[in-house]
């Protein structure tokens, strides 16, 4: 569960921010519908994108063996684009957000998103690792959760444990380390 909320939270704001560049790069007009629609846009693509890049890819396959080296490379682009032309699609209507300009307006209002979906896809998918890495911490330090994977502390001590076991614990030395670094300390 915690893998889903922490894949989600952190796609989430990279798409709000993705979303307001569009916003503010394009006649789309997002505006404060952002929230919702980074939250609708999140959702898409974690769920129905892989869906219908395979079923796209599918399709593309059936005549692979026909195609030349950048005929595949030229395929492989067109289905990236149309992915997120149909993901900015379902984003635009189940959302606020609206496409404004007149016809030519229009027309780059629904060319140019997708293009920055793309770029915001691939640098995502760059710095995903670490943006997850750091996001699962945060969680993990809001929720009061401690794993070994955060580095952080051992558990609390039980209360029947000696004052050496939780001085142990908490510097992470034991007795004759102590000593032996306070008779070093005398030298």
């Given at each position: 569960m915690k893998k889903w909320v922490v894949r989600f939270v952190s796609l989430l704001v990279f798409n709000v921010v993705v979303l307001l560049l569009i916003g503010w790069l394009t006649p789309a007009r997002v505006g404060w519908a952002a929230l919702w629609a980074g939250i609708v846009l999140t959702a898409i693509v974690i769920w129905i994108k892989p869906l219908v890049e395979k079923w796209f890819r599918?399709?593309?396959?059936?005549?692979?063996?026909?195609?030349?080296?950048?005929g595949e490379k030229l395929v492989e682009a067109?289905?990236?684009?149309?992915v997120a032309f149909l993901v900015w699609i379902g984003t635009v209507l189940l959302t606020?957000?609206?496409?404004?300009?007149?016809?030519?307006?229009?027309?780059?209002?629904y060319v140019l998103p997708p293009v920055?979906?793309?770029i915001g896809w691939a640098i995502y998918g760059a710095i995903d690792d670490k943006v997850e890495s750091q996001a699962g911490a945060l969680y993990d330090k809001a929720t009061g959760t401690r794993t070994a994977a955060t580095g952080s502390s051992a558990p609390a001590v039980p209360r029947s444990e000696s004052s050496a076991a939780r001085n142990e614990l908490n510097?992470?030395?034991?007795?004759?380390?102590?000593?032996?670094l306070d008779e070093l300390g005398k030298s």
């Open positions: 599918s399709m593309a396959a059936k005549s692979a063996g026909r195609r030349t080296r950048a067109l289905l990236a684009f149309a606020g957000v609206s496409i404004g300009g007149g016809i030519f307006g229009a027309f780059w209002g920055f979906l793309l510097d992470g030395l034991t007795e004759e380390q102590r000593r032996m």
